[in-house]
């Protein structure tokens, strides 16, 4: 078992930032690529970006790519999201998730999620 817990969130004005942090406990962390994903009220989940277990293979949805950046550290069983620019469309809330597998956009790939934590975004 994984344990995931997401920090982070919170209410920005369009054009700012946040930075999302999600701790794992449990299992090793270096043998699990991450990813985040998010949801919209009356939306389904979508991915965000994805982090391979080394943290070399980095992989961005279109809407976020250039605004986003993930990274871990895994001497702290950390994967962040840094999020530039934010717009409202980005209001949802964010899920980190881990994946015993490669690095993968599908969210049905992730064996163990986090419980979330809301972004939302004025305009």
């Known amino acids: 078992q994984v344990q995931l817990v997401e920090s982070g969130g919170g209410l920005v004005q369009a054009g700012g930032s946040l930075r999302l942090s999600c701790t794992a406990s449990g299992r090793t962390f270096s043998n699990y690529a991450m990813g985040w994903f998010r949801q919209a009220p009356g939306k389904e989940r979508e991915f965000v970006s994805a982090i391979s277990w080394s943290g070399v293979r980095k992989y961005y949805a279109d809407s976020v790519k250039g605004r986003f950046t993930i990274s871990r550290d895994n001497a702290k069983n950390t994967v962040s999201l840094q999020m530039n620019s934010l717009k409202p469309e980005d209001t949802a809330v964010y899920y980190c998730?881990?994946?015993?597998?490669?690095?993968?956009?599908?969210?049905?790939?992730?064996?163990?999620w986090g419980q979330g934590t809301q972004v939302t975004v004025s305009s």
């Open positions: 998730a881990a994946d015993q597998g490669p690095a993968s956009s599908d969210y049905a790939a992730y064996d163990y």
